[in-house]
């Protein structure tokens, strides 16, 4: 895949600019560290004053007002406060897609978000390109590898994410590809599928989600995979989870398809159940530690 002079690092600081509510509780924009505009909404869940927040971190093409993004969006709120967003090149927000690395940037912004708004526990949840780039943002985020705490998480969720970049093993992946690196295809990007895309490759190559894996225990992990995902067969999730060494969770979803349209309620359902518990948990056993080393070799931490 391809995209700017790449990001290297989750992080933003600055205060959310708050625009005019929509069919949701709040509306904002996000400034991201790099100067990026991004979209985001509020749904402040069933308690208020609850801690637990859920970011949730669309696939590529999606958006905070994607139908399928705000029917998970709306079953996550039936337990905790959530906060949906669009990355950088969709939707209304600024700049241009970098399929999944500048995107740390992004989440970094959302997640600050729902720790300004009071929410003592937050909890990613990314889905296809999202669920790369919560993996990334865990690893160089946390608190065990040196990261500010306003960007740290308490558990991630990956669903339908890729275990490695560049694959083209399957028909979907080569379109996809097509649309990204060639010309031709960012213009149907841009008006076929509303997604903006940077045109340069990525220099240096970040950290892939395979790589990022083992940086982010002790914090919570739970892969979600389908075994019919058109884009990544099983070897994916399978491989991510062996890179935690122990310390990830694996669920591997009989006749499920390929991210936020093939996860049925049910399985939000309980996916927001397992944010829940691992918040419960977390709570209970205090904040984890863990030594380790700060990035993988060529990452960067901005602060």
Known sequence: MTSGSAGR?????????????????RRATLRTQDGVDIDAAYDPGPDPAGE?????????TGGVDRPHVRRAAGVFAQRAAVITFSFRGHGVSGGLSTVGDREVLDLAAAVEWARSLGHARVVTVGFSMGGSV?????????????????????AVVAV??????????????????????RPLGRVVGRLGLGTRIHPHEWDPVPLSPVESVPL????????????RDPYFPVDHPRMLAAA????????????????E???DDALLGRIAEWATASWTSATAEGPATAEGPATAEGEELPW
């Open 160 to 181: 339908s994410a890729p275990a490695r970049w560049f694959y083209r093993g399957t028909a979907p992946m080569r379109r996809l590809h097509w649309v990204v690196t």
């Open 134 to 154: 919560v993996l990334r943002h865990a690893a160089l985020a946390g608190t065990a590898h040196g990261g500010r705490t306003e960007a740290r998480v308490d």
């Open 9 to 25: 690092a989750a992080g933003s600081s600055v205060p959310p600019i708050t625009r005019t509510p929509s069919h949701v509780q």
């Open 244 to 259: 935690a060494r122990g310390g990830a969770e694996l669920w591997l979803e009989a006749g499920m398809g390929h991210a």
């Open 52 to 60: 637990l927040a859920i970011v949730l971190a669309h696939g590529f």
């Open 216 to 227: 982010i225990a002790p914090t919570p992990l739970l892969i979600v995979h389908g075994d």
């Open 261 to 263: 349209n093939a996860a």
